[in-house]
């Protein structure tokens, strides 16, 4: 089974920069498309950005050009840079993974199976 969490999260400012890492276990990620999700109060999880498992990446309009997501599977352990953020990005921000030997990945959360705790971003304005 695998297993995943979720750490880096914290109080920043408008226009911070921070990085996230989600570390997993009980299985090596190689196979294994990555997605980060961000949920805020009383909103919808949603999609983010994801990383196939040679490294294709997809992700939302509105984090282009300021998050990245990257991996090292030496490491079993996903990344999520983000530059420039704002209030909007606030949220608790949950890894996923799927089992996926294709050269794509989705955003959209029934595409995941294993899921994080999440970890908590705040960015003041």
């Known amino acids: 089974q695998l297993q995943l969490v979720e750490s880096g999260g914290g109080l920043v400012h408008n226009g911070d920069s921070l990085t996230l890492s989600c570390a997993a276990s009980g299985r090596p990620l190689d196979h294994y498309a990555i997605g980060w999700f961000r949920q805020a109060p009383g909103a919808e999880r949603v999609g983010v950005i994801c990383?196939?498992?040679?490294?294709?990446?997809t992700e939302i309009d509105s984090v282009k050009g300021r998050f990245t997501i990257s991996r090292d599977n030496a490491k079993n352990t996903v990344y999520l840079q983000m530059y420039n953020l704002r209030p909007e990005d606030s949220g608790t921000y949950y890894c996923?993974?799927?089992?996926?030997?294709?050269?794509?990945?989705?955003?959209?959360?029934?595409?995941?199976?294993?899921w994080g705790q999440g970890t908590q971003v705040a960015v003041s304005s």
């Open positions: 990383i196939s498992e040679n490294g294709n990446t």
């Open positions: 996923a993974a799927v089992y996926f030997r294709g050269n794509y990945c989705r955003t959209r959360l029934n595409f995941y199976m294993f």
